[in-house]
């Protein structure tokens, strides 16, 4: 592994990306919602941050030259990361900080089964392992694990997470050739903006954030925790291996896990920390996988500079297997 101060300050930048959604769970606990509104204005304050990125850096005409395939793909894009972030949130009312986040990260491992099915590569028989350790990790977790929190419907709330975990493998594939023909920015902000309007009759139906505290935690869902960790991540990305880079980002259930114990009282099992470590195990295998022939792992490293451009923002993106696009968290 590269040693340079760049390459450590690129793996930082993505650390110190898995850590913020790590706190995820503490923000979506401070407010007394439906998953529908919590998402419904992570949503509108992601767009509105992306937005104003966009006028601010002067990229605003990429959204312009959008074309009509493009504007479709999009709606289809944000429909499904609605129903995503939807089950994501929710799962934290039904069961455990733990069991969300481990279950949910087997995505990668999916996206890497799956890609043989959607593309025109040979199936990789390397995957098989770290498929097995996914699917049996999720299984103690779910089988043996400590699942319940009290008045939580846990099994359910097991179930969501592994719904994200698969939409997530679709968002990952199909995001993967968007971002051949727009920035992460463009197609965020698309995505954070189709999810809006489809959640804005929940927010007309359903009671909302009622005092400055839950206000606090929306804002910080959808500035912070959405488009400020995206542009954090694609930063320290632009400076490491890409496959590094992945491995870094397991950060997040790790720490989601820590947070979980030390500010909402849910100590891990060591049932769930067995499982967890099976699922971390298997994403580290994929993230560290040598590609075959075509196989986009994006492994070399980008010069080490310490700034990032708008034009080098979306050369990162492009680059990038993993979380590019915001749908990740």
Known sequence: M?????NYSGLVRIGLAGVIWGSIPIFVRMVDASPFVIVFWRVAFGAATALLYLVVSGKISEVRALRGRDVVALVGMGALLAVNWVLFFGAFTLTRVAVVELVSYTGPVFVAALLPFVSKERFDRRIIVPLTLAFGGTAL????????????RSSWGAVMAFGTALIYAVLMLVGKRLLARMSALVLALGQYSVACLLLLPAVIMLPGASSAKEWGALAALGVVHTTTAILIFLSGLR????????VVTY??????VIFAALFLAEPLSWVTAVGGVAVIAAGVLVARLAPNSGMETGGLVAPASTELSSDELESTATESPGNTDGSRR
Not at 2 to 6: A, I, L, R, Y
């Open 141 to 152: 977790i779910i089988g043996l694990g400590q699942l319940s929190i009290p008045g939580g």
């Open 251 to 256: 950060a997040e259930p790790v720490t989601a």
């Open 2 to 6: 590269n040693t340079s101060p760049g």
């Open 239 to 246: 400076m490491v291996r890409a496959d590094h880079a992945a």
